[in-house]
């Protein structure tokens, strides 16, 4: 079983149910876990640099909760790649509110996913 792991990977995008978050924008933290056993012979290789892409341009469709960016991000690797297995953290950094937290996180694995051990 192969794993490809995209970690930390932070983007700058417009979430979150308040209009000045669309405006003034949220940091994103993405950590993507893509498993596999095979390659359809049409692949030669999984694109780690294409699934970056594929959730940049899905985070700047701007959403108002991580459920929905989530859910949005995970339907469009599966459209991308349906024979993986996924395991995807996402989390929000410095959310704007008056409590000092690092982040808001919210994670997703499919049951086919093995964890790495």
Known sequence: ????????????????????????????????????DYLPPSIKYLDYVQVINLLKNEL????????????????????????ISLQIKICKINPPINEEIRAVCLEWRDQKYKDLQ
């Not at 991000?73 to 024979?83: S, T, V």
């Open 1 to 36: 079983m192969y794993t490809i792991s995209i970690e930390n990977a932070r983007f700058f995008v417009p979430i979150g149910i308040y209009k000045e978050e669309k405006i003034l924008k949220n940091t994103i933290q993405i950590d993507c876990y893509l498993q596999y």
């Open 60 to 83: 700047n469709k701007g959403f108002d909760t991580l459920e929905e960016c989530l859910e949005a991000i995970k339907n469009k690797i599966y459209e991308k790649y349906p024979f």
